[in-house]
């Protein structure tokens, strides 16, 4: 059986995500360096894996001191953990173009299972020849579950980083050349 692998462009994909601040708002940001691969076993995506890895210091959130803030020790620490990894194997399809994808996200040394919803995009080839798959994916994760704690409580009632963390991604893939699995 051939296996498949794709490796994300990140140039064409992204990875975002939404907190809300003062409770009443949200702010907005995304990790500008990354890197991953999806690995298909013979053409069928619902047996995939998806090894992602970000580089925590490229955080971008459009305002420098805060960046620099979310890099330090109050939150992602980036000098002791530079990197954030996704791994998933555990793929369920949920109709004919969604899905959910079950892995470990470490995240500031912490690991834990996170799921995400997933949503096909298709495939189509470019115009260089090279076949590409693009997902739209989607979760939320509560930041303290990975030692992300930091914050500071309002006057008013309320503190001013929310807890929950909306993360959305849209991935653009290039398949490679497939290789054989004896």
């Known amino acids: 059986m051939a296996t498949e692998r794709w490796v994300i462009d990140s140039s064409h994909s992204g990875i ?37 890895v970000i580089d925590a ?13 979310l890099r330090a020790p109050d939150f992602f620490d980036v000098a002791q953990y530079p990197e ?25 040394g912490i690991t834990r299972e996170v799921a995400l919803t997933v949503e096909r995009g298709g495939q189509a080839r470019d115009p260089w020849g ?12 509560n930041r303290g579950d990975f030692g992300l704690t930091w914050n500071q409580a309002l006057e008013t009632g309320g503190v001013i980083v929310g807890e929950r963390v909306d993360l959305e991604i849209e991935i ?6 497939a290789s054989k699995v004896a």
């Open 84 to 108: 954030i990894t996704f791994n998933a194997s555990r793929f369920e399809p949920q109709g004919d173009t969604n899905a959910r994808l079950v892995g470990e996200l470490t995240l500031k």
């Open 16 to 52: 975002h995500f939404s907190v809300r601040h003062l409770v009443i708002a949200k702010v907005r940001g995304q990790f500008s360096r990354w890197s991953g691969t999806v690995t298909v076993p013979g053409d069928d995506f619902t047996r995939a894996s998806v090894e992602a």
């Open 172 to 177: 653009e893939a290039v398949r490679q050349a």
């Open 130 to 141: 090279n076949e590409r798959a693009a997902f739209s994916a989607k979760t939320s994760i």
């Open 57 to 69: 210091s490229s955080i971008d959130t459009g305002v420098a001191d805060r960046d620099a803030h």
